[in-house]
């Protein structure tokens, strides 16, 4: 069983869509014996919340049920999952920086670097939180871009 983590800042916005995203992928694959996935936040301002509600409709439109409860990235996170996957650039330097003796840090990476064909190129996963609808959907594009080759990569990569 390979696990994958999704960390953004809140969890309440971006981890928590790649999440569930992430999870429908490997359902109508039918991949649950071999690939899993969850969701955290650097920031303990969210914990125990469901995802912000207009992430949910978002979510929603696409046929995604986000249930996730927010919790904060912790020390047993860096041994329990395979793959860490920073949705943007202060998300990744924050799990590095905390991230305890000894841990394999080849296991984290930028969600972006799985972006292909229209998002090739993309840096980071904009964070909607300050936006408006068509951010979240925005957002939503390039998790539903990633998630397709990240599962790809997942699947073949020997853990
Ligand atoms: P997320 O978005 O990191 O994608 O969950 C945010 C949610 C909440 C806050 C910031 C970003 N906040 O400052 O409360």
């Not at 904009?126 to 936006?131: F, L, N, R, S, T």
Request: with cysteine.
């Amino acid at each position: 069983m390979k696990k994958l983590l999704f960390v953004c800042l809140g969890n309440i916005c971006r981890s928590p869509a790649a999440d569930g995203v992430f999870s429908a992928m490997i359902a109508k694959k039918n991949l649950t014996g071999t690939l899993a996935c969850d969701s955290c936040g650097t920031g303990d301002w969210h914990i125990g919340q469901l995802p912000d509600s207009r992430m949910r409709a978002a979510g929603a439109q696409r046929g995604y049920n986000f249930n996730h409860r927010a919790r904060q990235l912790c020390a047993a996170d860096y041994k329990n999952f395979d793959l860490i996957i920073a949705m943007d650039d202060a998300n990744f330097r924050d799990i590095i920086a905390r991230a305890p003796a000894g841990t394999d840090i080849s296991k984290v990476h930028r969600f972006a670097e799985f972006c292909t064909g229209e998002f090739a190129g993309t840096s980071h996963v904009p964070d909607p939180y300050y936006g408006g609808e068509k951010d979240f959907h925005h957002a939503l594009d390039i998790i539903e871009n990633g998630c397709s080759s990240l599962l790809k990569f997942s699947e073949a990569e020997p853990h």
